[in-house]
């Protein structure tokens, strides 16, 4: 007797990760783990974050004003690029006048 129906779930081989799959290394701690370690520590700093997270509808401040981080983040970049190129001309210039 033959059904139409297909055949059920056919087991398969486990299959062996390796261990750095199994056991991954740790997330780095980062100055950002940190305070967030130091604020889930107090209880008033935790209840403040929600707060604010609760008065914010919990969405970040860059997804509420796309725009206006867009600019200041192309500013911001422009400023650092110019100072970094500012200065490396700069040190050149002191090592090939040799005054430094």
Do not use: K, N
């Not at 033959?2 to 390796?18: I, K, M, N, S, Y």
């Not at 799959?21 to 929600?50: F, K």
């Amino acid at each position: 007797m033959t059904t139409d129906r297909p055949p059920g779930h056919e087991h398969r081989a486990r299959v062996d990760l390796p261990d750095w799959m199994r056991h991954p290394t740790p997330q780095r701690r980062t100055p950002a783990r940190y305070v967030d370690d130091l604020i889930e520590g107090w209880p008033a700093l935790r209840a403040a974050r929600r707060a604010v997270w609760h008065w914010r509808g919990r969405r970040r401040w860059s997804e509420s004003h796309p725009h206006l981080v867009a600019v200041l983040s192309f500013v911001v970049a422009a400023a650092l690029g110019t100072a970094l190129v500012t200065g490396t001309y700069y040190l050149l210039a002191l090592a090939t006048s040799g005054d430094y």
